[in-house]
């Protein structure tokens, strides 16, 4: 057996009733609700609404919050830093952008809860599983892929955190700052900069309670990058597995159960074959199913572009600012900088590139559509099955892709065209 089958019968033995009882939704929902963004009133669960309330309310003011003591201890230290410790703070800053255009697009956002609903309710595959033999087998396919990609995001959010917090207070202890007096021809150093009322770079008191809100904001930081990007991740498995489905059924359309062969000149035969008027009927309510189901494919795709274009907009855009900058860094190739900044460039660098790559698969898949379409048995139809199956080829000539804010497609040409740009600005850069 399988490691899908495995994980899917595992699972279903314990009374599955609906998505959210699978581990991987459980995990998302347990992290989504650290943060107030997953959709507690609408999925029908008890909301403490108060506490809701105020943490959005108070993460969008921590954030804000951050994003201005970023600013004030920039413009407090200008003179002292160098262009690397300058280049940290500017990609802290980015990152905290980012944190506060998903709290005010999506935790904020009535249309993100709606579609939430609608996917863990109406959309996810495990409402079609039961279909066809091959629905289930790629439910099964969808299943693994979201439980496997759910682990490897908690596992970057672990291990990111201990690593991003660690590395710093090792320079700390190794250069003796935590003996006393061992800050007095230098300063602490920190995963986050902030501008404090009271000093945190040579007071140990300060260093302390600095450290622990580093360590929370950093959490938080990374819970509202990686889980973010994992609902709207599963969202597109499922489509893509939506339109996997679609194109098995189109290439397995039934062929009429009565063929005629004619024989012309010269001996040859031919096989002819024709719908009766019986079979035309069913062929008929069989092509309308598959028209509403492109639709609906359609119609939620488009719901998930407009949900998450504000958030995917900031992202690329944040991924082609950051990419020079974290170059930059690592450009100086001393140990410790390699340390600190390479594993954050790699795990940057990882995440456009799995998100890009997940996108694609939409696209890839709905562009196997038009062929599928043309290769149902429109010859064995009449005139009016033939027009219909005209007016679907027309439908679906459009590649399905995820187009934030109706842009551009997001995908793999994409994120290539935003790594060669951070490698231009990076050259540049190194050049003055």
């Not at 969008?60 to 919050?65: A, P």
């Not at 450290?211 to 819970?223: A, K, M, R």
């Not at 119609?299 to 907009?313: A, C, T």
């Not at 450009?331 to 390699?338: D, I, R």
């Amino acid at each position: 057996m399988g490691l899908k089958h495995f994980l899917f019968e595992n699972e279903c033995v314990k009374g599955i009733t609906a998505p959210t009882d699978y581990l991987y939704v459980k995990l998302l929902r347990m992290t989504l609700r650290v943060i107030a963004t997953w959709p507690q009133r609408e999925m029908g669960e008890k909301e403490p609404v108060y506490l809701n309330n105020f943490l959005k309310y108070f993460y969008l003011v921590v954030t804000i919050g951050c994003q201005f003591g970023s600013y004030l201890y920039l413009r407090a230290y200008n003179d002292e830093l160098t262009m690397m410790e300058a280049g940290h703070n500017y990609l802290m800053i980015m990152m905290t952008f980012i944190d506060i255009s998903r709290i005010i697009s999506l935790t904020f956002s009535t249309e993100y809860r709606k579609i939430c609903k609608e996917f863990f309710t109406k959309m996810h595959l495990f409402y079609f599983k039961n279909v066809s033999e091959y629905a289930m087998e790629t439910h099964k396919r969808v299943h693994l892929l979201s439980h496997l990609f759910t682990l490897w995001l908690l596992f970057q959010m672990v291990f990111g955190v201990i690593f991003f917090n660690l590395i710093p207070m090792y320079y700390n202890y190794t250069a003796g700052r935590y003996k006393p007096g061992g800050t007095q021809n230098s300063t602490f150093e920190h995963s986050l900069y902030y501008k404090y009322p009271f000093d945190t770079l040579t007071e140990v008191k300060g260093y302390i309670v600095a450290n622990i809100i580093n360590w929370i904001l950093s959490c938080l930081c990374v819970t509202w990058f990686c889980m973010c990007d994992l609902i709207l991740s599963l969202m597109v498995f499922n489509i893509w597995g939506h339109l996997k489905m679609l194109t098995h059924t189109l290439h397995n359309f039934p062929r009429p159960s009565l063929e005629t062969t004619i024989t012309i000149d010269g001996g040859l035969t031919v096989t002819s074959a024709k719908y009766s008027e019986e079979e035309s009927v069913q062929i008929l309510d069989k092509l309308k199913e598959c028209v509403n189901y492109h639709r609906r494919i359609v119609e939620f795709n488009s719901k998930v572009s407009d949900v998450f274009g504000p958030m995917l907009i900031c992202y690329y855009l944040y991924h082609q600012t950051s990419g020079c900058l974290l170059l930059l860094e690592c450009s100086q190739m001393t140990a410790p900088v390699l340390m600190r900044y390479l594993p954050l460039t790699i795990v940057c660098t990882q995440q456009l590139i799995q998100l890009s790559v997940i996108f694609e698969l939409i696209g890839t898949e709905s562009e196997k559509l038009p062929d599928a379409v043309y290769s149902v048995p429109w010859e064995c139809m009449d005139t009016s099955n033939r027009k219909f199956v005209i007016f679907f080829l027309m439908n679906v000539k459009e590649p399905i892709a995820v187009k934030p804010l109706g842009i551009a497609n997001v995908g793999v040409t994409t994120m290539a065209a935003i790594l060669r740009t951070s490698l231009s600005y990076f050259t540049f850069l190194r050049s003055i």
